[in-house]
Structures are given as structure tokens and as C-alpha cells.
């Protein structure tokens, strides 16, 4: 049986190599698929790792900025473009032009890779399984109860995927049970899902068994799920929220998979209690049907809103961009963004920013000028007050 290290290289092969088929994720701009083949042909493995797989120049991009969305990502990338530049002409790799597609196709290949999480503690597993009471009804090899079925059957996968599938399905049941032997119904938080998870691959009895890769979750056919089973009824068309549900974005930021199955299951016991009052059924899920509408949900945070106007102003003006690109007094070193079709797009002031750093880093250094950095969402709302500046050149 594979330990940390090894259930790490399984969840590498899913993250390098199994990414959705071609097509850009529901709601969001760019396609993982490309940009996985960007980040290897482009040379990105040279210097970066996706959980461990890849170079250890710079951090391992399946946990930088975990949770950040894409034009929060967008900023990270920016504010490392220095040492990158640095780096790389010392071993002698031209800078990587990208274009605004293949810049979000990257974006979002590596906001994908953070869906899947690391494996969870199985030492912790067991607790979890002993403190939420699960070890009353189920058993996992040699331990545990009889009331519920067994749960060796989920050895077989490495994230708690499967195992979360099967505690909805089997919900409305479950919690009668719990009910009516007095047991409470437990919740789950942070990794504990992934915890109990790696508890049951290491306790099963099942054998032989061999580590079974879930296909790709695709956002996409998780969207159409979404719509089919009834969600919008209560979380609206795009999972928003409405006076009958939360908003699902809000209710899964900066989660991972394994942590947004948890905060499904956690309200589901509402939910049933609510459906029923509705006249609506509890929606079963099949195959690879949980994992597609996690990914969903997952993505639905990905793009951000419009930002704020006020604050990007106050961003051009305090990082210096106005004193190269609308310069008070005198000719400007760079060019009037405001006249920019870079500024029209989500990604394409990113884009000219990134094609453009090699030559803005020789100029800031002969002028000393510090190079600017943008955290949380300086940089959406820098785009934004560009994008309401902008105006066709004469």
C-alpha cells in the first residue's frame, strides 16, 4: 500500500497529466487543458512543480496561492516576474511571450491543479472516525459497526471523493438513523474528509487493491448537473445565492475539493428537511457525477466580479504607473494605457504587463524605480479603472 510520498505521485499523475478535455471551464476564462501543454512546452516545469512534480527554482505551483482567483493568481506572477527574469537569464532561457489566451489557458491550468488537495493524515483519520461517532455503524477492516455498510469498498480511492458521494446518496437515510439511535449527526471541517479518507486506505481489508484515478472532474458537465438536479432553484442559475439558499461561491472560497464535499454534506441534513417541504426530490449522483459538480462550484470563484474603480485609481497612482504611463509633466516613458486595447479584456493588460516586464524591469532599474507589486485584488481593480479610462485613439 502506497504511503504519503506515494499517494503525492498518484495525485501527480492526475494533476500533470489527466486534465479536462479541450474546451474553457464553465464561467471562466481559459482552458487547463492548453495550459498544461504551455506550462511544459513553454518551459514553466523547468523552474515550477505541480504537487512535487516539476523543478525547485521557484514554488511548487499546486499550493501558491491556493484560493486566489485568476486575477489574483495573475498578481502573484506578476510580483515573482523579477526574480523570474533574474533566474532566468542567469541560465540562459529566453522570457516566455504570452499571449492573453495562452496566459489564461496557464491561469487557469494552475487554478485547476489546486482542486485536488494533498492526501489526508490517516492517524487523524482515525480519530476523526472515532470522535464523529462513524465507527458505531461502520466498519473498516476489523473494526467498527454493523448498522451501516462497510466501507473498505473506498480503499480503493485516493480522495475522499467517492466516499463523500456515497454519504449523500445515502443522506436522508443516514441522518434518520443517526436520529433515532440518538447519535449526531456529524460535520465536517477543513481536511477532515481527506483525513478519514487516507484512515480507510490504510485500515480496509480489502485485497488485492490497487489505487483506483478518478476521470478529470470537468466543470462543464458539472454546470450542466448543477441545472439538471434542481440546484438553481434555491442557489440561482449561477450558484449566487437566493432568499432559499447561500451563495455557493461564497460558501466554498479558497476550499478544496475535499473540504467543499464536506460543506455539502454538512448542510444536507437542512437541505432534505427543506426539499421535502418543496415537494422536491433529493438529488442522487452517479459515476463521476459528484466530482463534476464540485469542480463546478470550485470554478465559480475563478472570475472575478468588476472591481473598484476608486481603488484602482488610487493604485495607479501609488505604485508609480502614472508617473511612466500618464506622466503629469513631460513625455511618458510608456504608453497611455488609456488609449491601450490591453485594457479592454480581463487578462490583457496581464498579458502586455507579462510580455513587456523584461524591457519595464531594465527601465525601473536605470531609473531605481521599485517594482510594483499587487496583492489580494489590487490587480482586478487596477484592470478595472484602466478598462473605464479607456478610449479609442485618434
Not at 496566459?103 to 485547476?112: G, H, K, T
Not at 455539502?264 to 463534476?292: C, E, I, K, Y
Request: aromatic share 8%; charged share 20%; hydrophobic share 40%.
Amino acid at each position: 500500500m502506497p504511503g504519503r510520498a506515494g499517494l503525492l505521485a498518484l495525485l501527480c499523475a492526475a494533476a500533470l497529466a489527466p486534465v479536462p478535455a479541450r474546451g474553457q471551464v464553465a464561467g471562466a476564462s481559459g482552458d487547463p487543458a492548453a495550459g498544461r501543454g504551455i506550462f511544459v512546452e513553454r518551459g514553466c516545469v523547468r523552474c515550477h512543480a505541480i504537487w512535487g512534480n516539476g523543478g525547485t527554482l521557484g514554488p511548487d505551483l499546486a499550493t501558491a496561492g491556493s484560493g486566489a482567483s485568476m486575477q489574483q493568481l495573475a498578481g502573484l506572477l506578476w510580483n515573482h516576474t523579477p526574480r523570474m527574469m533574474v533566474a532566468m537569464r542567469q541560465r540562459g532561457y529566453a522570457w516566455p511571450a504570452l499571449s492573453e489566451p495562452e496566459l489564461a489557458d496557464v491561469i487557469s491550468y494552475i487554478y485547476y491543479v489546486k482542486l485536488f488537495g494533498e492526501p489526508g493524515d490517516p492517524d487523524a483519520g482515525r480519530q476523526w472516525f472515532r470522535d464523529k461517532r462513524c465507527v458505531e455503524c461502520h466498519q473498516v477492516g476489523d473494526a467498527g459497526g454493523r448498522v451501516g455498510a462497510p466501507l473498505d469498498g473506498y480503499a480503493r480511492y485516493v480522495a475522499p471523493i467517492m466516499l463523500a458521494q456515497g454519504m449523500w446518496d445515502h443522506g436522508p437515510a443516514m441522518q434518520a438513523a443517526q436520529q433515532a439511535r440518538g447519535v449526531p449527526i456529524p460535520a465536517f471541517e477543513g481536511r477532515e474528509m481527506a483525513d478519514i479518507q487516507a484512515y480507510i486506505r490504510r485500515a480496509s481489508a480489502q485485497s488485492p487493491r490497487q489505487a483506483v484515478l478518478l476521470e478529470p472532474p470537468q466543470p462543464e458537465r458539472g454546470r450542466r448537473l448543477f441545472a439538471a438536479k434542481g440546484c438553481p432553484r434555491c442557489h440561482g442559475p449561477e450558484g449566487r445565492g437566493t432568499a432559499a439558499g447561500p451563495d455557493l461561491r461564497a460558501a466554498t472560497l479558497n476550499l478544496s475539493v475535499s473540504q467543499i464535499a464536506g460543506v455539502l454534506w454538512n448542510h444536507s441534513f437542512q437541505m432534505v428537511a427543506r426539499m421535502r417541504q418543496h415537494g422536491v426530490g433529493f438529488p442522487q449522483f452517479a459515476g463521476n457525477d459528484m466530482a463534476d459538480l464540485i469542480a463546478y462550484l470550485y470554478f465559480l470563484r475563478f472570475n472575478d466580479p468588476d472591481g473598484d474603480r476608486a481603488n484602482g485609481a488610487r493604485i495607479f497612482r501609488d505604485k508609480g504607473c502614472a508617473g511612466c504611463h500618464r506622466p503629469a509633466h513631460g513625455p511618458p516613458v510608456g504608453p497611455d494605457l488609456a488609449r491601450s486595447a490591453a485594457v479592454t479584456t480581463p487578462l490583457g493588460l496581464v498579458a502586455a504587463m507579462w510580455n513587456h516586464a523584461p524591457a519595464m524591469f531594465s527601465a525601473m532599474q536605470g531609473h531605481a524605480v521599485a517594482w510594483p507589486r499587487f496583492e489580494g485584488n489590487e490587480m482586478r481593480d487596477l484592470a478595472f479603472y484602466l478598462r473605464s479610462l479607456a478610449r479609442p485613439a485618434r
